[in-house]
Structures are given as structure tokens and as C-alpha cells.
């Protein structure tokens, strides 16, 4: 399983494909979501 970690300046985005893609059956975990690229980083 891969871990995926969404990042968008947008927060409805980050809600949106969160819940609206299956990550389960791609086999992907969403392990977090961040706002933007300096907070993607530190996590």
C-alpha cells in the first residue's frame, strides 16, 4: 500500500478528493493533507 499525502492551497479540494476517490482501492493510504508546500514538508 502506498501512502499518499494531498496538498492543496484550497481546503474543499483537499475534502473533495478525500472523500470522493476510493484511495482504498487503488491501494493507497491517506496518511494526511496539508495547505500548502512548506507544511507538506514538515510532515
Known sequence: MYNVLI???EP???E????????N???FN???TASNGK?????
Open 7 to 9: 496538498v492543496d492551497d
Open 12 to 14: 474543499v479540494i483537499c
Open 16 to 23: 473533495g478528493l478525500c472523500k470522493i476517490v476510493d484511495w
Open 25 to 27: 482501492s487503488y491501494n
Open 30 to 32: 491517506v496518511i494526511d
Open 39 to 43: 507544511d507538506a514538508w514538515k510532515r
